[in-house]
């Protein structure tokens, strides 16, 4: 007897991850594949888009070959926004620009925001311009390379351009396609050719689709044999958003939270809703709307305190911070090692670790680190709240929740539970589920992934008192961060 699979696989910041899932949500098989970003001048935060089709053509064929089964659905996401430029026969003309990590175009930011200002946009496209924004780095692109854009341009997501290589269509899903501020318009859910004109002309506009939806087949490709044509493949979207639906932290006034090299907040909402220091954003689903936050580290974080201790091994670290106290004994953290995101949107921030002494180890400090991106995670979510979102319950997946330790700070900072599903294999994961339910072999992410247990914060007054003192502490110290920072260059 056949046996069927969904294969998902998602392009993240510093590896990709693809998948095969049985009918029933169970995990056949999964593979990895490490890479690593760029990091330049002026901010720069790139990789060649190359690598996320190399990636597809040596990870699909390993799952295929390790196991006996007939692929019947695609799903793909990649991290984002990211912008890819490319002529119109699809060849690159530069490494492709991060999402809100990259900072390359904070000269077009102030241009644009000067010319439109920043309450219209705000207004119009539910998000000021920041370096989440994909509008000023594809502008940043037509200025440098206008002999492409004068010929045509085409601009892509990792998704987007795995997409195009199995099925010659060039899409892109509509929430990706919101992250792309002024571009798309969230009251149409469709591209504003006027600001495209006005900002990058000469860009050649994907076709766009929600990101469950089936945007085409596959084709013959010579390079991956192992690829069979006619298989349904999805309009895919951003790593963060696949992985909520992994989760199904799809449904109204529900918080996701996705432990991962940077977390990533996305509170659902059937209306619109903006604050000037978040992102909203267009959902994966019609008639869902989302106000997003992201801090520039977590993850990203913890794996810098592993390199530098010499300690290989992460769980030796979770267990020297689980031997400490909360609070970490008097040891307080700003986690802005590169930036913060929201609600700061302060990309000149650095990270400040106060009140060290004699008695203090590695694991205080590693502890202090998790307790500072609990910290953030409060921060961002006191700011949906007062811009309207409602939240009323809390879904997590990533990386970070392979131990219950840092998402059981998350929650005692935060005085908030948060559900864990069973699989936390992530957005890959999520790619697969989409895939099945637009084939109509599963109606709810509840038959597939059914919530495994639940982190109950505890009540540690300590920690209030230590989110006063880290929200008066970027005050006082951010012009001494912005004057180090200018060193850094």
């Not at 003309?93 to 102030?110: H, M, S, T, W």
């Not at 990101?211 to 069979?228: D, F, K, N, R, Y």
Request: with cysteine; proline share 4%; aromatic share 8%.
């Amino acid at each position: 007897m056949e046996t069927f699979a969904y294969f998902g696989l998602d392009v993240g910041t510093s590896s990709t991850k693809a998948v095969l899932v049985a009918p029933d949500g169970t995990v056949i098989d999964s593979q990895v594949q490490e890479h690593s970003v760029t990091r330049g001048d002026h901010g720069l935060v790139e990789m060649d888009m190359r690598i996320w089709w190399d990636e597809f053509k040596t990870l699909y064929p390993a799952l295929l070959n390790r196991n006996d089964v007939r692929v019947k659905g695609i799903g793909i996401s990649g991290m984002g926004p990211c912008i890819a430029v490319t002529d119109t026969n699809d060849e690159p003309v530069a490494p492709a620009a991060l999402y809100g990590v990259d900072q390359r175009a904070r000269e077009e930011i102030d241009e644009l925001a000067d010319a439109f200002g920043q309450d219209f946009l705000l207004e119009r496209y539910d998000s000021q311009l920041t370096t989440q924004a994909g509008g000023p780095k594809l502008r940043w692109f037509a200025k440098r390379y206008p002999q492409v854009f004068a010929s045509g341009a085409r601009f892509y997501m990792p998704a987007s351009w795995i997409i195009k290589h199995i099925t010659g269509e060039y899409v892109l899903d509509r929430h990706s396609a919101s992250q792309c501020t002024p571009l798309y318009s969230p009251e149409t859910r469709e591209w504003n050719a006027d600001m495209v004109q006005k900002i990058a002309p000469g860009t050649e506009l994907p076709r766009l689709g929600w990101s469950h939806e089936i945007c085409g087949e596959t084709v013959e490709v010579a390079e991956v044999p192992e690829l069979a044509s006619g298989i349904p493949v999805i309009f895919g979207t951003v790593d963060a958003w696949a992985e909520q639906e992994s989760v199904g932290a799809i449904k109204n006034n529900q918080l996701f939270l996705m432990y991962g090299t940077t977390l990533f907040l996305v509170a659902n909402s059937q209306q619109r809703v903006r604050h000037a220091s978040m992102w909203g954003t267009t959902g994966t689903r019609e008639g869902t709307f989302n106000m997003a936050g992201g801090l520039a580290t977590s993850g990203a974080l913890t794996n810098w305190f592993r390199e530098i201790s010499g300690e290989r091994d992460y769980a030796k670290l979770v267990e020297a911070a689980q031997g400490v106290p909360a609070g970490s004994e008097g040891l307080l953290t700003l986690p802005y090692f590169a930036g913060e995101r929201t609600p700061l949107q302060d990309p000149d921030a650095r990270g400040v670790m106060i009140g060290l002494s004699l008695h203090h180890g590695r694991g205080h400090m590693y502890r202090s680190l998790l307790e500072a991106t609990a910290f953030a995670v409060r921060h961002n979510i006191e700011v949906m709240e007062d811009a309207g979102a409602s939240i009323e319950s809390i879904s997590a997946a990533g990386g970070g929740v392979t131990s219950d330790l840092w998402p059981q700070i998350v929650s005692d900072v935060t005085g908030r539970a948060q559900e864990l599903r069973r699989e936390s294999v992530g957005a890959s994961y999520g790619d697969a589920f989409m895939v099945a339910q637009a084939l109509g072999d599963v109606e709810s992410l509840d038959e597939w992934n059914p919530v495994a247990k639940v982190i109950e914060p505890q009540d540690l007054p300590v920690y209030d008192d230590l989110y006063a003192s880290y929200r008066t502490l970027y005050t006082a110290t951010a012009d001494i961060q912005h004057r180090l920072r200018t060193l850094q260059r």
